[in-house]
């Protein structure tokens, strides 16, 4: 390898920081390789409904960049992959990565799903937080970038009903599954995210034991239009909707008995959220917040806390760490006692039952990344997270290889994507004497001249699961444009940013000719 500095960077997880500084660093001229361990990227927020303090549709914010990631042509995204060696120094790193193939030829998949309507075998769904089943081929979720489809080794049966109706013969079962290469990149960036603590730890609050008693992450796949529920909130145990939910907060955080002292910053403000959404969803719902301190130190945080009390009518009881949850095992309804200031100041002990019980789970540091940091010679803080100084947050203790995200220390998504820009611009500062060597030159289609054509329009309105669906009549407005003129084509979509549908859209657009299309959609600029 020459002494010059390669201009290109490795990024390591494909979360929401991770792709905003792969987008950052690609417009700014360098060659970058996003890797992820996941069949694609997008990482926890992409299973997330909405976000606070604003709650704007999560995925309406990630998926244009999940598809500008995707089609942008200084980034190569490789999946289901890991790394398995590095050599080198800053400026010139050999890295080794390791890529496996579940069956499927990622070149040949064009994602039309015709494999999964077919396939006989289902089994747990760790996107869905194994609240439904999936098959055993899948995409992890309609917008998932790469749009390719992947076989759960474990769970297939090798029946080959799969390989019968893929017309694009992208089912290959081979004996060898991986392909190793070798990469050459002037920089590292680690973007792995967290963990989620595991709840059955906490075995006073009964997870596992009593079926009502469910994750925030597990409640958040049911908050979601494209969740197991639909959006609709039930009770696992019978699938009646709650009247009564409790939220307990820090299970796993702020706990010194289990060795996590720290706070995972973002589960106040996730249960605030979490309460609001599922009383817009269901209005009779009534939802009770048990915060050791509410953490609200955010842009607008604390005008958010003062909206879920004040307007939605949420309750707050402060200073409160449930002991236990006990179960009633004639209705399933679930009893917790706590403790609560009367007006005398004194403390009383109060009992309530609830239908349904929600577990605040903190972060924690990802396993598979402490083994990488191990091998890259990265330290680690008391805590496992990636060690950073105070003042150079982005930096690791190795020259050239950098940090961002919640594997330095947990943190919300602004903050995350405030990372993952300032990461691109410590790598870009590096690696500046090598910008645009790697670089491939832009390429447009060819324009097709429309001058003189009568208006041939295509209408696509968007469903984007329940945050348009919810409040506008989806179906009667597709059906209105219809009937406008020079309108041939109006169809609806469930998320009009998914990538199948945008490939869907480039196939009317030829089938019928047309020369204008409106998208009727939110965009993220608005958020």
Not at 87 to 93: H, L, R
Request: aromatic residues 8%; negative net charge; hydrophobic residues 35%.
């Amino acid at each position: 390898m020459s002494e010059e500095l390669v201009g290109a960077a490795l990024i390591i997880g494909g979360g929401i920081g991770g792709v905003q500084a792969a987008l950052d660093l690609a417009d700014s001229g360098f060659k970058v390789y996003l890797v992820d361990s996941s069949p694609s990227i997008g990482g926890t927020m992409a299973q997330l409904d909405k976000t606070f303090p604003t709650n704007d549709c999560s995925m309406c914010i990630m998926a244009p960049k999940l598809v500008s990631a995707g089609r942008h042509r200084n980034i190569e995204i490789i999946s289901n992959a890991e790394i398995t060696k590095v050599e080198g120094k800053a400026g010139q790193f050999k890295v080794t990565v390791t890529k496996h193939y579940p069956y499927i030829n990622p070149q040949k998949c064009t994602g039309c799903g015709i494999c999964a309507e077919h396939c006989p075998i289902e089994g747990p769904n760790w996107f869905d937080e194994n609240l439904a089943p999936r098959k055993a081929i899948y995409v992890p979720f309609p917008q998932a970038v790469p749009l390719v489809y992947t076989i759960e080794k474990g769970m297939c049966i090798g029946c080959g009903e799969c390989q019968k109706v893929c017309s694009a013969q992208a089912i290959e079962f081979k004996p060898y599954d991986e392909e190793s290469r070798v990469i050459e990149v002037g920089a590292i960036i680690l973007s792995m995210g967290f963990d989620k603590f595991k709840a059955f730890k906490k075995r006073e609050y009964g997870y596992g034991i009593f079926p009502n008693v469910i994750t925030n992450s597990e409640f958040e796949r049911m908050l979601s239009a494209s969740g197991p529920t639909g959006g609709h909130i039930i009770r696992p145990s019978d699938g009646d909707i709650p009247k009564r939910i409790a939220f307990i907060q820090c299970v796993g955080s702020r706990d010194a008995q289990l060795g996590h002292g720290y706070c995972s910053s973002i589960c106040c403000m996730a249960a605030l959220k979490e309460a609001i959404i599922a009383q817009e969803h269901e209005p009779d719902i009534q939802c009770h917040i048990f915060f050791m301190d509410v953490r609200a130190f955010g842009k607008e945080f604390e005008e958010y806390r003062i909206r879920a009390e004040e307007e939605y009518g949420i309750k707050i009881s402060r200073n409160t760490r449930v002991a236990g949850i006990e179960e009633d095992h004639a209705t399933g309804n679930l009893i917790i006692r706590y403790y609560r200031e009367t007006k005398n100041q004194e403390d009383e002990l109060v009992e309530e039952t609830f239908d349904l019980i929600v577990l605040s789970v903190g972060m924690v540091p990802s396993d598979d990344a402490q083994r990488l940091c191990k091998k890259l010679g990265v330290k680690l803080n008391e805590f496992g997270y990636c060690w950073t100084s105070d003042f150079s947050p982005l930096e690791t203790n190795v020259p050239g290889i950098f940090v961002c995200g919640t594997f330095s220390s947990p943190k919300d998504i602004p903050d995350t994507v405030a990372q993952g820009s300032g990461v691109a611009a410590k790598v870009g500062s590096l690696l500046s004497g090598s910008r645009g060597t790697l670089v491939s030159a832009t390429e447009f289609p060819e324009e097709i001249d429309v001058t003189g054509q009568e208006p041939r329009i295509g209408v696509f309105v968007c469903h984007c699961g329940i945050n348009i669906g919810g409040i506008i009549d989806v179906p009667t407005v597709t059906a209105y444009a219809k009937a406008l003129p020079h309108v041939v084509y109006a169809e609806d979509n469930l998320y009009t940013c998914s990538s199948d549908t945008q490939e869907r859209i480039k196939e009317k657009i030829k089938e019928h000719r047309l020369n204008r299309v409106v998208v009727a959609s939110c965009t993220p600029r608005t958020h």
